[in-house]
């Protein structure tokens, strides 16, 4: 059970919290995907290659992954505010000097710095809100409306980061982070109440830690950097070894330690092990779909980044109207009916964009976008509500750091498999069509247009494979969600009618 100082409050000061959770959540996710519009302005700046500035977005993600399970470990620990604002503040002067950096090698460190302020933000955020939200039915719409900022941020994106690029500099993308983080910060301190575990942790779990920490470190660098590698190149084999070997390691020492930083006991609870994968498979062919819609617009339908981000813009309504919607459900709809209807929708989402291609309006677009969106917000709440409804609250810190390590891996999962689909769906459709035409030309220029117009046509077919396999597994994550059966036990966290 955790203790909290007046943990729920008045019912204004809850939504208060929810808000100042957001707005933390909002930030440091949005960091992830407003840097890369500003890339090729970087590169032009520090004179550097692009597969160089590939890894500023690595080092962010390697950073981010590694720290979340010490963060969750430490919130539960010392405290979830204290550990909230800490990485508050941390986060807020990482971005002041990654947008005063003087070269790449300034960059990285300064990025990595971000990552490991904002890695504190998902365990601890998810703790505070189940401590004050108590009750099953509120704590789901309030799950789901700090669930949703995830999607968000990965919307506004590209409608804030190009304005910002645009009209300002790249460096703007940071230091914007210094105004609202302030605010955020702000209410924080004044807003959140303290809340600890009371199970206290006695002798740090170091060595789980540290091992966790290069067992994903490996895994994620191979995952982002593995299309440049070649999936069996020695680099990608050495980078296999090492995760295998590390997490046997990790694995036995969790076994042995008497507080490990992740309690292997949640994995033999099959209601968390099928809410995890759940996550995994709608997070691998959201993100793994949906990260190439920007390619795309402004390759072949002729965008720039800001109206690219104008796209995005439905999305997000999309997403705040369907997670308080989903949220509402709980108590009335067993959550995996919920789970699994959201996915199909999200499943259908991504099918609709099968029929994009160089002709293609803006609504073509928009509304796929949105009815994804809708799939995705409407059953968010009731993803995250379960992680934290069967777990006990003196743990809710390491599950749903857990949770955050699912998501952010099967995105980089989705991002590698799509990208390498992406390319070998482009080589073959290349080879394909032109097995099966022929060209009629009498003028260089003539046959140089057929050729373009071949090549245009593969990539468009590709990406049409792409669409088409990241429906077909979200249709197989809806179908495998109707495996998370909440037992009678959890009845009165969930709120739920059981069969």
Known sequence: MAVAANPSGGKSLKWLVLLTVIIGTFLGRLDQTIVNLALPKIIGDFNITVTTAGWIATAYILANAVFVPIW??????????????????????????????????????????????????????????????PHGRERAQALGLWSSSFAAAAVFGPLLGGPLIDNFSWRSVFLINLPVGIIGLVMAIIFVRESVSEKKTVVF??????????????????????????????????????????????????????????????????????????????????????????????????????????????????????????????????????????????AFGLYLFTDLDARSTPWDVIIPLTVTAFGLGFGMAQRTNVIAAIVPDAEIGIASSVLALVRNISGAFGIAIFGTLLFNATESSVLSISQFSTIHATTPADYATAIGLMSLQAQIVAYRTVFRTAAAILFVGAIASLWIKVPKSARQNVEMVME
Do not use: C
């Not at 539960?76 to 090698?105: H, P």
């Open 205 to 346: 779990d170091w060595w789980g830690a540290i091992t966790l920490g290069v067992a994903l470190a490996s895994l994620v660098l191979v995952l982002d950097r593995g299309l440049d590698w070649g999936w069996w190149s020695g680099k990608a084999l050495l980078t296999y070894a090492v995760t295998a070997l590390f997490t046997v390691i990790f694995i036995v020492i969790e076994n042995r330690h008497p507080e490990p930083i992740v309690d292997l006991k949640f994995f033999k609870n099959s209601l968390f092990v099928n809410t995890l994968a759940n996550n995994f498979i709608v997070f691998l062919g959201l993100i793994g779909g949906v990260f190439l819609l920007p390619i795309f617009a402004q390759t072949f339908l002729g965008y720039d980044a800001t109206q690219t981000g104008y796209l995005f813009m439905p999305m997000a309504a999309g997403l705040m109207l369907a997670a308080p919607l989903g949220g509402s459900m709980t108590g009335r709809v067993q959550p995996r009916y919920v789970i699994a209807a959201s996915t199909l929708v999200a």
């Open 72 to 133: 969750g470990k430490l919130g539960d620990t010392i405290g979830r505010k204290r550990v909230y604002i800490m990485g508050f503040v941390i986060f807020i002067a990482g971005s002041v000097l990654a947008g005063l950096s003087w070269d790449f090698n300034s960059m990285i460190l300064f990025r990595v710095i971000q990552a490991i302020a904002s890695s504190a933000d998902y365990p601890t955020a998810m703790a505070i809100l189940a401590v004050t939200f």
